[in-house]
């Protein structure tokens, strides 16, 4: 599972939904909260490459348009969920 999540993370193609038959990706949609909780599941094992991949990652969504009332955060189309927010917070804590 480990390696799998890491493959995906590195490849910035950790998506939201997947057959659990298959593995296949369901959709295409990324998630602030999903890199932020594996920012924190590679911190927890010690794994500098899933860490530091989930950060790349997260950094990705991360609004920068400083006109923005979203400016530093994790909202997206004019919408900002607590969740993704607070999870990417608590990845970023492991930002080095």
């Known amino acids: 599972s480990i390696d799998w999540l890491a493959e995906k ?11 659990p038959r298959t593995g296949a990706a369901l959709d295409s949609q990324e998630s602030s909260a999903a890199y932020g909780m594996v920012a924190q599941i590679g911190a927890a094992l010690g794994n500098e490459f899933l860490t530091g991949n989930a950060l790349t990652q997260l950094k990705k969504h991360q609004n920068a348009d400083s006109q923005s009332p979203f400016y530093g955060g994790f909202g997206y189309n004019n919408n900002a969920y607590s969740y993704d927010n607070l999870q990417a917070l608590l990845g970023l804590v492991y930002n080095k």
Do not use: K, P
Not at 9 to 19: E, P, Q
């Open 9 to 19: 993370t590195a490849s910035g193609t950790l998506y939201s939904y997947y057959d």
